[in-house]
């Protein structure tokens, strides 16, 4: 199907982009990626007056270290992400769980913020930056403002993200020499998640000292499971230990049902997955 008619602005800047953005209004639409907006379009589920392409903004495609964060922007192609070595090296969950993204064209074209933005719940990168407490800079006509992840994600398709503002880069904490797994299950290769756990552990001596895990598809949001996280710390890196932590995967969890999977089964899976994904990430 043929989009709807509508103008087009590539702006070079951050400033021009929320100037464009604060006139087209309502009815404006910010193309970063284009993976999620290009079929709506096509559909006609949206009709905007404007798109506005933030491909030109070349700001937002650095990947920098700022202290003791890792500094991403927006516009950095998920390709770019998975493979840089500041993100490899102090966010591996991150490149860890970037790679499962749908496919290498996906992920060339698709963005870091244009995902998360988004804020599909099946998508893999939430749970990623609510486990690691990412913070969220967002643009708007009175400035920026940092929003940490546990008050990005809003509900289904909603965040922080207020009318003319943009999502302008996304800052992680470092987590140099932690041990990290994302596992994932769906019911075809290179699909959104049916149920998918993202696990971070600092491991001393055989035992846990501190635990992060993320929960995707389990909720209108992503999801910290923060019951496995206490049950973890402190225990040993055991599988005993850890089968019995991820028995409290579903605790403040609301899955859906749906053609692909009824909730009592994403929440059997929600355990199982737990189990592995903290299992691989100690080793």
Do not use: C
Request: hydrophobic share 45%.
């Amino acid at each position: 199907m043929i989009p709807a008619k509508f103008d087009y602005v590539r702006p070079s800047s951050v400033e021009e982009a929320v100037s464009a953005l604060q006139q087209g209004g309502d009815d404006a639409k910010i193309l970063a990626g284009g993976q999620s907006l290009l079929p709506v379009l096509r559909l006609r589920l949206a009709a905007p007056s404007v798109v506005i392409d933030l491909g030109g903004i070349a700001e937002l495609r650095q990947i920098s270290e700022d202290g003791d964060r890792i500094a991403i922007g927006a516009m950095a192609p998920h390709h770019d992400v998975m493979r840089d070595d500041l993100v490899k090296q102090h966010v591996t969950l991150l490149s860890q769980a970037t790679a499962t993204v749908a496919d290498p064209q996906v992920r060339h074209r698709g963005t870091l913020g244009g995902a998360l933005a988004h804020a599909d719940p099946a998508g893999d990168l939430g749970a990623v930056a609510l486990a690691l407490d990412a913070e969220f800079v967002i643009a708007g006509s009175s400035g920026t403002r940092t929003v940490p992840a546990g008050e990005f994600f809003v509900d289904y398709f909603t965040t922080a993200i207020g009318e003319g503002e943009i999502l302008t880069q996304v800052r992680f904490p470092k987590y140099t020499g932690w041990s990290t797994h994302y596992e994932k299950f769906n019911r075809t290769a290179q699909a959104w998640s049916m149920v998918a756990v993202a696990a971070a552990l600092r491991v001393e001596g055989g035992s846990i000292a501190e635990a992060r895990i993320g929960l995707t598809n389990m909720g209108t949001t992503p999801i910290r499971a923060t019951g496995v996280e206490q049950a973890l710390v402190g225990q040993p890196a055991t599988a005993d230990t850890v089968r019995a932590a991820a028995e409290h995967a579903t605790e403040g969890t609301s899955a859906p049902s749906d053609a692909d999977a009824a909730a009592d089964y994403r929440e059997h899976l929600a355990r199982v997955l737990t189990g592995r994904a903290v299992l691989a990430a100690a080793g």
